[in-house]
């Protein structure tokens, strides 16, 4: 895609922006996954532990929820936001509930298709913006947090 509609930091001008973001977001991700785990065996007791009978399920629907609200909110999950990177949308501008909603959709698709994934994965690691497959049909890019941001 050409970068003319671009509102971001070019990586070749700006490459800090882009500097370690696969294993930034790769460390974020483990970061998220104790979080979501964590609030999900916080929800068991209330579920008189039947949860246990669908945690997989439980973890789906509370990681989807906890991504969503955290994109939305502040253009980075507590993982990113840890590891100090965001995502922003071509223009440059945050993530509005829509894109955060359907950035979550298409990355809990992806992992429950394994293909899906490496796919992702290798994007990640050689294209310009290092964008998975998700963040480019949403036109989303993670990049490295400004100072004081």
Same mark, same amino acid.
């Given at each position: ?35 979501? %785990?964590? +609030?999900?065996? /916080? ?5 008189? *532990?039947?949860? @246990? &009978? !669908? ?25 990113m936001r840890l590891v100090a990177i965001e ?9 509005? %509930?829509? +894109?955060?909603? /359907? ?5 809990? *698709?992806?992992? @429950? &298709? !394994? ?32 100072a004081g941001t």
């Amino acid at each position: 895609m050409s970068d003319y509609n671009w509102h971001i930091p070019d990586p070749d001008t700006q490459p800090g922006f882009y500097d370690d973001v696969p294993t930034k977001r790769a460390m974020a991700w483990m970061v998220d996954t104790v979080v979501i %785990l964590f +609030i999900s065996l /916080l929800i068991l007791p209330f579920t008189a *532990f039947t949860g @246990l &009978f !669908f945690f997989p399920a439980l973890m789906l629907v509370v990681g989807a929820l906890y991504r969503t609200a955290t994109i939305a909110r502040g253009s980075a999950t507590w993982g990113m936001r840890l590891v100090a990177i965001e995502f922003r949308t071509r223009s440059g501008a945050h993530p509005d %509930l829509s +894109i955060a909603a /359907l950035h979550t959709l298409g990355f809990t *698709f992806s992992f @429950l &298709f !394994f293909p899906v994934q490496v796919i992702s994965i290798l994007l990640i690691l050689t294209t310009r913006h290092r964008q998975s497959l998700v963040d480019m049909g949403l036109g989303t890019v993670v990049l490295n947090r400004r100072a004081g941001t």
